[in-house]
């Protein structure tokens, strides 16, 4: 199985990285995530400015742009046919009114569509 993994706290976040190990019993599992927290962002993507993916190492990327743009980066750029799309664990609460302004839900939403 092929898994991309994103969130909205960075590439840095302990939680991406927990996650990841936990997700390499269920197959390939590809990170792309912000190159920094992008909490709150909900569902918006990067429009009018360069977005930048660095690999850090091989199927790790960080996004100068939203959980949403890395997840259509994924999703169109990397010729990678994806089963699964995970987004999180985040480091903060995402329940009641605030899953309209997550980052992490707002990445979830982008593999939906």
């Known amino acids: 199985m092929n898994i991309l993994l994103t969130n909205d706290d960075g590439i840095n976040a ?3 990285a927990v996650l990841r190990k936990k997700l390499t019993k269920y197959g390939r599992v590809v990170v792309i ?7 709150g962002k909900s569902a ?3 429009l009018g ?3 930048y993916f660095n690999k850090v190492e091989d199927d790790v990327y960080s996004c100068s742009g939203t959980p ?3 997840v259509s ?3 169109t750029s ?12 985040n480091d903060g ?11 992490t839900i707002g990445a979830c939403l982008e593999a939906v569509m």
């Open 33 to 39: 995530a912000p190159d920094g927290p992008r909490s």
């Open 68 to 70: 949403v743009d890395c």
């Open 14 to 16: 302990e939680g991406i």
């Open 44 to 46: 918006s993507l990067t």
């Open 73 to 75: 980066f994924g999703l």
């Open 49 to 51: 400015t360069p977005i």
């Open 93 to 103: 609460w995402n329940i009641s009114y605030d899953t309209i302004y997550s980052g």
């Open 78 to 89: 990397l010729d990678i046919k994806f089963d699964l799309v995970v987004s999180g664990c």
